[in-house]
């Protein structure tokens, strides 16, 4: 059954994705400086880069096809993870580090997130989704809970305990939303 046609779509597709960042690493237009890619827009952790082109092909792969909607669907769990989650930790860095407020840049990303709303709201989650999305919540609390040790780029300071809550957090968020969306009706 996991050999069906689409799967090796959905390889390709995987092996595409590895290859331009691979490029993209050897020509240095991005760099790996520990947990980060350091890119000249911005940078991005690891985990984060992972967790996105995970969902991505774990979404085409529960689509069961290569073509536009399972492709927007993919394109949706990403920006979904990525969007709320942005939304949530840098509200709760803000409150407990006092983080100045960005309600425009993210009234905008909220957008984002409600479209990723829309296209799930119908469907019924399966139950590892919400499995998943009260874990995210979860170990947000707890992450709150044990003090929102955070580790950024350039700092001297490393906490495991921050990383495996920012890691299991996201990764929790990502595929709920993933499955959620990728099930078929």
Known sequence: ???????????LVLV???????VMLAAHVVTVDGIWFVCPIANIRVSTLVTAVFCFTLVLFLQGKLLWKPLYYALLAVIFFLGLYEIVWYYLAAYSF???LRIFQFAALSGWV????????PKKPPKISIVLYGLFVVTMVLWVATGFEVNNLGEAQFSVTGEVFNAASKVALALAYAVHIGAKK
Not at 114 to 121: D, I, M, N, T
């Open 1 to 11: 059954m996991i050999f069906r046609k689409h799967f090796f779509d959905v390889i």
């Open 16 to 22: 595409v994705i590895v290859a331009v960042i691979s």
């Open 98 to 100: 006092g983080y100045e």
């Open 114 to 121: 409600l479209l990723c709303l829309k296209e799930v709201y």
